[in-house]
């Protein structure tokens, strides 16, 4: 055993103390009540630090809670252990040496030492036949760092012997979730090792397929037997069609297909009909090329493979990711990349170009201390925490060193290698935005636009006080809609994060040439012959801003007028500009089966944007207003009852209703209070809520419910009160009194924390100043109980209103036919110079390609 307080930079820490079984015992006693064996449903952490990306790789190894299974870089353990008292850890790392050399030069076969123990990824960037691991764990005691070596199982209590076996063997916490999640591992199928494949001369052609039973030509499965091309049923991917695959099995009993579409050199969709569940096929290369598919050259789409030997979806991917060129890699703050975790480059883009802005790397990283230090007791399941931890991974450099030079590697690999981290893993972020979310949770690749705005309503949820970084994105529309045979008009306004340009096909400049090349594509595709290179569609950008400002028809238009419905139009301005404005071309539409399309098209979009002529001006003279009159809410007889008889408190509305409305659009506020109103019967009722009141004028204020003091519940409120302009619920009140602390303790610590449990028992115990000053607690909540009532009537919209001249710096680009497909990349202006972030590679862009991208982000700029 070794006391090293020179670990940490405490004096004389070097020396080391022999101590017999019995002191080793006589150490731990104090501290077994805190050591646990890991049950069933927790989560241990073995690879990532809480609050960094430090993990056992990094130089000061990982430190694992023995009572939470929480874990800790160096630089943060001390804080944990200040916090929760908590004293044993155990302390992992992995040694990375350069192999003994022979005689020969090449390395000695018997490895230094084969213990390797840690589930870890190995550095891309060393060559494991050069290199060997080693994995070293040990129990740490704080506060004065005593070491104990792992295994010792003669000296250890056998309670603590079993809770290290238990930590070491378990598997990772991302595997707890649900069967669908994004990190479920598949079984490898039964029938893969002795598949039969006919001989038959099937071969499969890079696009042009059709169900060989009903001509669709979306989620076509290949089977892996015969070579049928047949549409699947609603099972596996959520996608439609009228299950001729199936059939086809129950026909012929051929068990495995491969889902068209999703083959990359990494794998495929694969699916067992006999075992009715995904599966993995270890020989799948071997299984595709029996049907002439090379899959280590392809990339997946939804309609078609395409091949090194195809240009159309090749020379999208080269033009957006810049392979053509040799970039340079960039290293340092703000140059640090996120690896794939497997269809995850849509967060990874959107929050790269998030970090980019610098109100949230104020908001965030700017306040790292506080946030840290005031986390709730598992900060892994802390938004603000979450956030915190990942822009300062992204901005710090920490994690985005260039390779040491040859010559210096070379002594250094003598002793043992110290390996630079480049990128960053967004695991445990990813794990907590997208939990309870049914797309984002799946490993399937996503729409990068629905994740910025899921994020923007997380990032409202979850707001730091009275500081709000996403108020930067936030504007107010006005909406003009006029009945057209009154001609009377109604003028309302409503929050938004977005503009969505629509993409104004019928101005083409180059239609001929299309037209050429669809006769073309359509004959290649009749005859199965390789497709002509794309043409894209070449649209003005001023075309798609005039249909944006174009009025529109609205469907089932009631005019309050003619007490009846109508014909109506209406037409969108802007009644503020927001401070970064966020572009999303509408390039996605939806087929004949409710697959996503994407046009591929070129968009001239500009450097320097100005939309000061899409300002609002409010009624006009000789305009006269329509009446306001709502029309009759109509609700399914059945529901009826449960209406009239159940008054929801505001903190148990649905939020995954809320969530499904708010992806279709429609202002959070507005969610918030249909879902509230039909008394949670789910999100079809409450979309007609919103379509019935969408043209009221506080259509988009934040909900307002009589007794609760204004607002809703600030846990629970998108945009309500916070702090100490908001009443704490009573069964939460409840709770902690329960505990033994005075009720106004309890009201203070929950309105200092926005409502959270845990927040406000680390609150009580980091303020034990307001137990002894009842009288100050008292009078807060009088002054507090004033202010509710003094603000009884909710704020305005917070927008920060200013010039309509814009400049781009940055967008995301997608490749692929679908948002169900493909792969997102981010450029951004850093420096004065365009830099490319493609997952974990970050470089300097020679080529950015502005008119292919789908969200463009821009940032005001004085006139």
């Given at each position: 055993?070794?006391?090293?307080?020179?670990?940490?930079?405490?004096p004389g820490?070097?020396?080391?103390?022999?101590?017999?079984?019995?002191?080793?015992?006589?150490?731990?006693?104090?501290?077994?009540?805190?050591?646990?064996v890991?049950?069933?449903?927790?989560?241990?952490?073995?690879n990532?630090?809480?609050?960094?990306?430090?993990?056992?790789?990094?130089?000061?190894?990982?430190?694992?809670?023995?009572?939470?299974?929480?874990?800790?870089?160096?630089?943060?353990?001390?804080?944990?252990?200040?916090?929760?008292?908590?004293?044993?850890?155990?302390?992992?790392?992995r040694?990375?040496?350069?192999?003994?050399?022979?005689?020969?030069?090449?390395?000695?076969?018997?490895?230094?030492?084969?213990?390797?123990?840690?589930?870890?990824?190995?550095d891309?960037?060393?060559n494991?036949?050069?290199?060997e691991?080693?994995?070293?764990?040990?129990?740490?005691?704080?506060?004065?760092?005593y070491?104990i070596?792992l295994?010792?199982?003669?000296e250890?209590?056998?309670?603590?012997?079993?809770?290290?076996?238990?930590?070491?063997s378990?598997?990772?916490p991302?595997?707890?979730?649900?069967?669908?999640?994004?990190?479920?591992?598949?079984?490898?199928?039964?029938?893969?090792?002795?598949?039969?494949?006919?001989?038959?001369?099937?071969?499969?052609?890079?696009?042009?397929?059709?169900?060989?039973?009903?001509?669709?030509?979306?989620?076509?499965?290949l089977?892996?037997?015969?070579?049928?091309?047949?549409?699947?049923?609603w099972?596996?991917?959520?996608?439609?069609?009228?299950?001729?695959?199936?059939?086809?099995?129950?026909?012929?009993?051929?068990?495995?297909?491969?889902?068209?579409?999703?083959?990359?050199?990494?794998?495929?969709?694969?699916?067992?009909?006999q075992?009715?569940?995904?599966?993995?096929?270890?020989h799948?290369a071997?299984?595709?090329?029996?049907?002439?598919?090379?899959?280590l050259?392809?990339?997946?789409?939804?309609?078609?493979?395409?091949?090194?030997?195809?240009?159309?979806?090749?020379?999208?991917?080269?033009v957006?990711?810049?392979?053509?060129?040799?970039?340079?890699?960039?290293?340092?703050?703000?140059?640090?990349?996120?690896?794939?975790?497997?269809?995850?480059?849509?967060?990874?883009?959107?929050?790269?170009?998030?970090?980019?802005?610098?109100?949230?790397q104020?908001?965030?990283?700017?306040?790292?201390?506080?946030?840290?230090?005031?986390?709730?007791?598992?900060?892994?399941?802390?938004?603000?925490?979450?956030?915190?931890?990942?822009?300062?991974?992204?901005?710090?450099?920490?994690?985005s060193?260039?390779?040491?030079?040859?010559e210096?590697?070379?002594?250094?690999?003598?002793?043992?290698?110290?390996?630079?981290?480049?990128?960053?893993?967004?695991?445990?972020?990813?794990?907590?935005?997208?939990?309870?979310?049914?797309e984002?949770?799946?490993?399937?690749?996503?729409?990068?636009?629905?994740?910025?705005?899921?994020?923007?309503?997380?990032?409202?949820?979850?707001?730091?006080?009275?500081e709000?970084?996403?108020?930067?994105?936030?504007f107010l529309?006005?909406?003009?809609?006029?009945?057209?045979?009154?001609?009377?008009?109604?003028?309302?306004?409503?929050?938004?994060?977005?503009m969505?340009?629509?993409?104004?096909?019928?101005?083409?400049?180059?239609?001929?040439?299309?037209?050429?090349?669809?006769?073309?594509?359509?004959?290649?595709?009749?005859?199965?012959?390789?497709?002509?290179?794309?043409?894209?569609?070449?649209?003005?950008?001023?075309?798609?801003?005039?249909?944006?400002?174009?009025?529109?028809?609205?469907?089932?238009?009631?005019?309050?007028?003619?007490?009846?419905?109508?014909?109506?139009?209406?037409?969108?301005?802007?009644?503020s500009?927001?401070?970064?404005?966020?572009?999303?071309?509408?390039?996605?539409?939806?087929g004949?089966?409710?697959?996503?399309?994407?046009?591929?098209?070129?968009?001239?979009?500009?450097d320097?944007?100005?939309?000061?002529h899409?300002?609002?001006?409010?009624?006009q003279?000789?305009?006269?207003?329509?009446?306001d009159?709502?029309?009759?809410?109509?609700?399914?007889?059945?529901?009826k009852?449960?209406?009239?008889?159940?008054?929801?408190?505001?903190?148990d509305?649905?939020?995954?209703?809320v969530?499904?409305?708010?992806?279709?659009?429609?202002?959070?506020?507005?969610?918030?209070?249909?879902?509230?109103?039909t008394?949670?019967?789910?999100a079809?009722?409450?979309?007609?809520?919103?379509?019935?009141?969408?043209?009221?004028?506080d259509?988009?204020?934040?909900?307002?419910?009589?007794?609760?003091?204004?607002?809703?519940?600030?846990?629970?409120?998108?945009?309500?009160?916070?702090?100490?302009?908001?009443q704490?619920?009573?069964?939460?009140?409840?709770?902690?009194?329960?505990?033994g602390?005075?009720?106004?303790?309890?009201?203070?610590?929950?309105?200092?924390?926005?409502?959270?449990?845990?927040?406000?028992?680390?609150?009580?115990f980091?303020?034990?100043?307001?137990?002894?000053?009842?009288?100050?607690?008292?009078?807060m909540?009088?002054?507090?109980?004033?202010?509710?009532?003094?603000?009884?009537?909710?704020?305005?919209?917070?927008?920060?209103?200013?010039?309509?001249?814009y400049?781009?710096?940055?967008?995301?680009?997608?490749?692929?036919?679908s948002?169900?497909?493909?792969?997102?990349?981010?450029?951004?202006?850093?420096?004065?110079?365009?830099v490319?972030?493609?997952d974990?590679?970050?470089?300097?862009?020679?080529?950015?390609?502005?008119?292919?991208?789908?969200?463009?982000?821009?940032h005001?700029?004085p006139?």
């Amino acid at each position: 055993m070794q006391r090293r307080g020179a670990l940490f930079g405490m004096p004389g820490g070097s020396g080391t103390r022999k101590m017999a079984a019995g002191d080793i015992g006589e150490l731990l006693v104090p501290h077994m009540p805190t050591i646990r064996v890991p049950r069933s449903g927790d989560r241990v952490y073995k690879n990532e630090c809480a609050f960094s990306y430090d993990s056992p790789n990094s130089e000061g190894g990982l430190y694992v809670c023995m009572n939470t299974f929480l874990a800790f870089g160096r630089e943060h353990v001390e804080r944990h252990f200040r916090k929760t008292g908590q004293s044993v850890y155990m302390h992992l790392k992995r040694h990375v040496r350069e192999k003994v050399r022979g005689a020969s030069g090449g390395a000695l076969p018997k490895r230094r030492n084969s213990k390797i123990f840690l589930d870890l990824d190995t550095d891309d960037d060393l060559n494991s036949d050069d290199y060997e691991y080693e994995d070293e764990a040990k129990l740490v005691i704080f506060p004065d760092h005593y070491e104990i070596a792992l295994p010792n199982i003669e000296e250890l209590p056998a309670l603590v012997t079993i809770a290290c076996d238990a930590v070491l063997s378990s598997k990772s916490p991302y595997r707890k979730q649900d069967p669908d999640t994004w990190e479920n591992e598949l079984p490898v199928s039964k029938y893969a090792n002795n598949l039969t494949q006919l001989d038959n001369g099937v071969r499969i052609p890079p696009s042009g397929w059709k169900c060989a039973r009903c001509d669709l030509r979306e989620n076509l499965w290949l089977n892996l037997t015969d070579g049928s091309v047949l549409c699947g049923k609603w099972f596996f991917d959520s996608s439609g069609g009228n299950g001729h695959a199936l059939e086809h099995y129950r026909d012929m009993g051929y068990p495995l297909a491969v889902k068209l579409g999703t083959i990359t050199p990494d794998g495929a969709d694969v699916y067992s009909f006999q075992e009715e569940e995904p599966v993995l096929d270890p020989h799948l290369a071997k299984h595709l090329a029996h049907f002439g598919i090379d899959m280590l050259h392809m990339h997946g789409t939804e309609n078609g493979l395409r091949d090194n030997d195809i240009k159309p979806r090749v020379s999208e991917w080269e033009v957006i990711q810049e392979t053509g060129t040799k970039l340079k890699p960039m290293y340092g703050p703000g140059y640090t990349g996120l690896k794939n975790l497997g269809n995850s480059c849509y967060l990874s883009s959107v929050m790269q170009a998030i970090f980019s802005i610098p109100e949230f790397q104020r908001a965030y990283v700017g306040n790292l201390p506080r946030i840290f230090d005031y986390s709730p007791l598992d900060p892994t399941q802390d938004f603000n925490t979450q956030m915190t931890k990942l822009g300062h991974g992204l901005l710090s450099g920490q994690y985005s060193k260039p390779p040491v030079k040859s010559e210096l590697i070379e002594q250094v690999m003598k002793e043992e290698h110290k390996p630079q981290q480049n990128g960053i893993s967004p695991r445990m972020f990813k794990a907590f935005v997208s939990k309870s979310h049914p797309e984002f949770s799946s490993n399937r690749q996503q729409d990068a636009q629905e994740f910025f705005l899921h994020l923007v309503n997380l990032v409202e949820r979850n707001r730091i006080g009275s500081e709000n970084p996403s108020d930067v994105f936030r504007f107010l529309v006005e909406e003009r809609i006029q009945c057209c045979q009154t001609r009377k008009v109604r003028y309302t306004e409503r929050v938004d994060y977005l503009m969505q340009l629509p993409v104004a096909m019928e101005a083409a400049t180059n239609k001929d040439e299309l037209i050429a090349y669809e006769l073309t594509r359509r004959e290649a595709e009749a005859n199965r012959r390789p497709l002509p290179e794309l043409v894209r569609a070449k649209i003005p950008f001023s075309a798609c801003l005039q249909a944006f400002s174009e009025p529109e028809n609205v469907d089932d238009f009631w005019s309050s007028a003619l007490q009846a419905k109508s014909a109506g139009v209406k037409t969108s301005r802007f009644a503020s500009f927001p401070e970064y404005l966020v572009v999303q071309i509408k390039k996605f539409t939806f087929g004949l089966d409710w697959v996503p399309k994407k046009f591929d098209v070129s968009i001239d979009m500009p450097d320097l944007l100005d939309i000061n002529h899409l300002r609002a001006r409010g009624l006009q003279p000789g305009e006269e207003e329509l009446p306001d009159i709502s029309p009759p809410i109509v609700i399914p007889d059945d529901s009826k009852d449960r209406l009239m008889n159940q008054l929801i408190d505001p903190s148990d509305i649905d939020e995954s209703s809320v969530m499904q409305l708010a992806e279709m659009g429609f202002p959070l506020e507005a969610c918030r209070k249909a879902v509230y109103f039909t008394g949670n019967m789910g999100a079809e009722v409450a979309f007609n809520w919103i379509i019935v009141h969408m043209e009221e004028p506080d259509f988009a204020e934040p909900l307002t419910i009589p007794g609760y003091g204004g607002a809703a519940s600030a846990g629970a409120s998108v945009f309500g009160a916070t702090g100490l302009d908001n009443q704490p619920p009573e069964e939460i009140v409840a709770i902690i009194t329960s505990m033994g602390f005075h009720r106004n303790q309890a009201v203070q610590a929950l309105r200092a924390t926005n409502n959270n449990l845990e927040r406000a028992l680390d609150w009580i115990f980091s303020h034990p100043e307001f137990e002894e000053d009842s009288d100050f607690v008292i009078e807060m909540e009088n002054n507090a109980n004033a202010n509710i009532i003094s603000e009884a009537k909710p704020e305005g919209p917070r927008v920060k209103d200013g010039s309509g001249m814009y400049e781009l710096f940055a967008f995301i680009s997608h490749m692929g036919t679908s948002t169900m497909s493909g792969h997102y990349v981010c450029h951004i202006k850093k420096e004065g110079r365009w830099v490319i972030y493609n997952d974990h590679r970050v470089c300097a862009s020679e080529r950015p390609p502005k008119d292919l991208g789908y969200m463009y982000f821009y940032h005001r700029v004085p006139r």
